[in-house]
């Protein structure tokens, strides 16, 4: 049986991994440094976690740099799934990730800026390893709207009818993030997951608000998302993935338990 | 030992090449057929629209060398869309032919029921004495990423199934030196390296018995 999957997430700037997105708090100087990627990328490898993905949050010259560094060096290290996103804009980028050592690469504003990239992306490197991450803010009277730029820009378009876009267009998988949950520890957005989930036929990796584990049992059930991401939780050392994993399958949840030992 | 990592192409082959180290295989990678030539195992890797993998794969020049290699049954591993070549076709490109190794034709995945791409961790069950399977307990985990399979069929085939909703593929098959996954091996952490080192001791063993 598929395994619900647990992903930790990074968010790298300058090359070092800063607190959870918060959108909007890189430029007030609100970062705080968390550690080095690639060794806190094995530290998740060796707790069993699922899938890694990366998100350069700088998307200038020396941030790209830096993230397609911190790709090679992972996955020289980590023999698992690893997504990479951030400012991805053109198909040279998508490609350099994948020369990086991305296997699936994650496209947010660029797709809304050139919905044809999500196309490009999939015909060239196959649906499973394009992705259409949005950022998802909810209306106030009702529904959700795509926001752009780390969600400073309101697009206008409607959350679900971008990811049956998306879906149309080749992404073979939605990240949905939840710029109101982001960051509040206080649980996913489960409506605009299951919005989601329910309209398009693509796995669906909620994200944003994890605050402990049944949470992410809420999202993966209620929520009817087929992963759950999550940063803060994990980078502060509240809980660990396998913590994680062992209440999801207490839950009744199908996921990824030790096989040979997979907590080093 | 020599084995040679094909490169026509096909992606992200930096991660094949890691995990064949790190499961003991030291592999070469190569973009020229002479190189795969005498190889005493040849790794295909895959992965996006089968049409354009066999066009990718035509243009490289490596066919009739890997052709020769599996009509000589010597040691070969292809993965994820490298097991789809070794079929006869794919629904994916219609009229495109595989390498014909394997009887039978690539198929999609029905939508409705389950989310297309198979996407993540399934639990891979051991079928007959597959020999890639031997360190790994039945049920485990390795990773997926996939919209077309092959259908499993109860048969002569030894290797692994996995089911996802409605559907039960083939994840593994061996047959002689021949070896493939659909699966992820470079992607599955420690079940997929014990998979590769099991790869590697069947190329071994394979190597030392034709002398």
Sequence with gaps: MLAKRIIPCLDVHDGRVTRGQQFGRAEEGGLRDVGDPVEMAVRYDAQGADELVFYDITATAEGRASILDVATRVAERCFMPLTIGGGVRTLEDVTALFRAGADKVSINSGAVADETLIRRAAEHYGAQAVVLSIDAKRRPEGGWEVHTAGGRTATGLDVVAWAERGQALGAGEIVLNSIDADGMTTGYDLDATRAVARAVDLPVVASGGAGHADHMRAVLQYGEADAALAAGIFHRGETTVPEVKRALADAGLPVRLDELGTAA | ?211
């Design chain 2, 1 to 211: 030992m020599r084995t040679v990592l094909i490169d026509y192409g096909a992606g992200n082959l930096h991660s094949v090449a890691k995990a064949l180290d790190a499961a003991g295989l030291a592999p070469v990678t190569s973009a020229d057929p002479e190189v795969a030539r005498d190889a005493d195992a040849l790794v295909l890797p895959g992965q996006g629209h089968f049409g354009q993998v066999v066009a990718s794969f035509e243009a490289s020049g490596f066919a009739p060398v890997v052709q020769a290699h599996l009509a000589a049954d010597r040691p070969f591993l292809g993965i994820c869309v490298g097991l789809q070549l070794l079929m006869e076709g794919s629904e994916e490109a219609p009229g495109v032919p595989g390498l014909g190794a394997l009887a039978g034709t690539v198929r999609r995945f029905p939508e409705g029921d389950v989310s297309v791409p198979h996407m993540g961790w399934n639990t891979v069950h051991a079928v007959g004495d597959a020999p890639l399977l031997r360190d790994v307990p039945d049920g485990a985990h390795a990773y997926f990423a996939h919209s077309y399979y092959v259908a499993f069929e109860e048969g002569d085939l030894v290797g692994g199934r996995t089911t996802y909703g409605p559907t039960t593929f083939l994840s593994a098959v061996s047959r002689g030196a021949m070896h493939a996954t659909q699966f992820h091996p470079e992607k599955s952490q420690r079940v997929g390296l014990a998979i590769l080192r099991a790869f590697g001791r069947e190329a071994r063993a394979h190597r030392e018995a034709s002398g």
